[in-house]
């Protein structure tokens, strides 16, 4: 590994986003690339090029590889045009290629070393002239460098996820993309791909050459067959707007208290710590997944039966009260310093004081697979955490009915695809649903 680099990336990081190609879409990838343009491409780019694949495919008369991780290893067989460089490719000035292709890194911005994603993060920043997004995936930032590096009607052809034509975090990258009017065409790829990965990910093609500023959307099958759609929630409608809360009627994501393990527990585990229901711990709910769909209602029963005598972690301790039983207490010290070091845990005065949300008036799941998320009524005050998400509001609104109107719309149409069949709803989209429905209802 390059030296000067090596510090800001350690085994975590490679790990997480060392995912090779399969070369079938390596071949097709390229094949797409080419088509309808003049060939061979006198000077390519791949950043972050693993060991190599794309330069074994393609009509190009030069390829520059850049890659992090010396120890990554080369494809045998390269041909003597293709050159590989080793370091960071975000630091390295490169400049006037016909054409970046390749698969970067996928790293959340929690995963990525401060001091780097900073310098990343301002290197970009000036290099488009535009503020970057913090929260924004290390992809992005490769997205940004290619478009950087690559001649000004050069073309970049990479395999990202499918999800920055929407998130939020992204919404720097659109603009820049947007303001030089640049075309994008944008292949959403078969689940399973990847083996082992499951974000639903994209061909994303941006031709610099074309100042249309149009976008294009196409599916593709696992047979690599492609059939253009309406956009990127593959029907006509738009992707649901993003909008911020409304304190008469919002949405709120799950607690998330440091770890489920040490903080919501089972029934067998409440019983084995002699911890009592109200004193000790209070009903929690985690996922809606193993309910029957048709249910509307979370009641007492219901909670006993699908979560209680199932085993589930539905019991969240009551730590963030200021005083603790005897029982509470010996259960928390007998946690493993090892496990609850984590985080959220460690940013608090006391590793195990949380901020206890009141429970929501419906909880919804954020995942869903079918029309939209499963809605509840919480009749028994149980607290949504993870991926559950709430809605709270004021007193006097007909919660039975918005969670009717909630049931009733097709957020399938109107939101992309996550990972394999599942779509996820984020808050800020589930608080535009919110406002519609008080629109409706009120
Ligand atoms: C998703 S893998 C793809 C590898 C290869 N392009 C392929 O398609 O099989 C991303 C690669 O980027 C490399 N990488 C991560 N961060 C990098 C950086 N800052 N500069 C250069 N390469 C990086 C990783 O080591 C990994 O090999």
């Known amino acids: 590994m390059a030296h000067s680099a090596k510090r800001f990336f350690d085994g975590n990081y490679l790990a997480r986003c060392q995912v090779a ?8 990838v390229w094949e797409r690339t080419c088509q309808g343009r003049t060939v061979p491409f006198r000077s390519v780019l791949d950043l972050g090029c693993g060991d190599a694949r794309f330069a074994l495919y ?7 590889g850049v890659e992090i991780d010396e120890d990554n290893g080369l494809s045998s067989n390269l041909p003597v045009k293709a050159q590989v460089l080793y370091g960071c490719a975000l630091m390295m000035s490169l400049q006037g290629y016909d054409l970046c292709i390749g698969n970067p890194p996928y790293v959340r911005h929690h995963d990525m070393d401060q001091e780097w994603q900073r310098g990343v993060a301002g290197a970009i920043s000036e290099l488009i002239k535009m503020p970057v997004d913090l929260r924004a995936n290390a992809y992005l930032y490769f997205m940004a460098k290619a478009l950087v590096s690559t001649r000004e009607d050069g073309l970049v052809a990479l395999v990202v996820p499918f999800e920055w ?21 944008v292949y959403r790829l078969p689940d399973g791909i990847f083996p082992r990965v499951l974000t639903t990910a994209s061909l994303t093609i941006i031709d610099k050459s074309r100042g249309d500023g149009q976008w294009d959307y196409y599916d593709v099958t696992k047979d690599f067959s492609t059939r253009k759609v309406d956009g990127p929630t593959c029907t006509r409608h738009k992707t649901l707007a993003y909008s911020r809360r409304n304190d008469i009627l919002y949405a709120q994501r799950g607690l998330s208290p ?20 109200g004193r000790d711990v209070c009903p929690c709910v985690t996922s809606l997944r193993n309910l029957p769909s048709d249910f509307k209602i979370l009641s007492s029963g219901r909670f006993w039966e699908y979560y209680v005598s199932r085993g589930a972690r539905c019991w969240l301790i009551r730590s963030d009260k200021e005083s603790l039983s005897k029982e509470l207490k010996a259960y928390l010290d007998s ?18 004081r949380y901020k206890r949300p009141d429970p929501a008036r419906l909880m919804f799941s954020t995942g869903f697979v079918n029309h939209g998320p499963q809605v509840l009524e919480n009749r028994i005050g149980a607290v949504h955490l993870g991926s559950v998400g709430g809605i709270y509001g004021e007193k006097r609104l007909p919660y039975r009915k918005i969670a009717g109107y909630l049931r009733n719309i097709d957020f399938a149409s109107r939101i992309i695809h996550h990972a394999n069949s599942l779509r996820k ?18």
Not at 425 to 442: C, G, K, P, R
Request: proline fraction near 4%; charged fraction near 25%.
């Open 21 to 28: 190609t399969p070369l079938p879409l390596v071949k097709w």
């Open 58 to 64: 393609g009509a190009y008369e030069r390829y520059t």
């Open 165 to 185: 034509v929407a998130r939020p975090s992204a919404e720097w990258l659109r603009r820049f993309i947007g303001a030089n009017r640049w075309s994008v065409s």
């Open 258 to 277: 440091g770890s489920q393990k040490i903080f919501c527990l089972t029934e067998g585990e409440r019983l084995y710590y002699s911890l009592q229901v």
């Open 335 to 352: 946690v493993d310093p090892e496990k609850r070091d984590t985080a959220t845990c460690r940013k608090r005065a006391v590793w195990y």
């Open 425 to 442: 709803i984020e808050i800020n989209q589930m608080n535009s649903v919110l406002q519609e429905a008080l629109d409706h209802l009120t």
